[in-house]
């Protein structure tokens, strides 16, 4: 009985049109490559904090090199990319140079300033 609803079922046309298809289909995953070198590949993001501190800070900056797994921690006092750029010119580019990067975000916020013709309001 059960082979006989079966095979119904798989040569019903309105069935088929209908029937959902549990087989999920998964996106083949592109990791990104070992970083050869220390310095070259950034990876950064915005840790919200729960209330405003005495300095006027809302956020921190989290920059972790990829290759040694160093981490700047930069208390910031909004999210904008102004502010996120000047974090990085102040305390970034400093320790690992203004060398080719890779910088990895979730929103791309610095990639856009940095390429920028304006001058930044330091």
């Known amino acids: 009985m059960f082979a006989d609803a079966n095979t119904y079922c798989k040569t019903c046309e309105v069935c088929q049109c209908t029937k959902i298809n549990y087989s ?9 490559p070992v970083p050869q070198e220390i310095g070259t590949r950034l990876a950064m993001d915005h840790k919200v904090v729960t209330r405003t501190t005495a300095e006027g800070n809302t956020a921190i900056l ?8 160093y981490a700047h921690l930069i208390p910031v ?9 000047q974090a990085l010119v102040r305390y970034v580019i400093p320790t690992w140079g203004a060398g080719s990067w890779i910088l990895y975000s979730e929103k791309g916020l610095v990639s856009s300033v940095l390429s920028s013709k304006k001058p930044m309001p330091f």
Request: hydrophobic share 40%; no cysteine.
């Open 24 to 32: 999920h289909t998964y996106v083949p995953l592109h990791p990104h």
């Open 62 to 69: 989290v920059i972790v090199e990829a290759f040694s797994g």
């Open 77 to 85: 006092k909004d999210m904008t990319a102004v502010t996120t750029a």
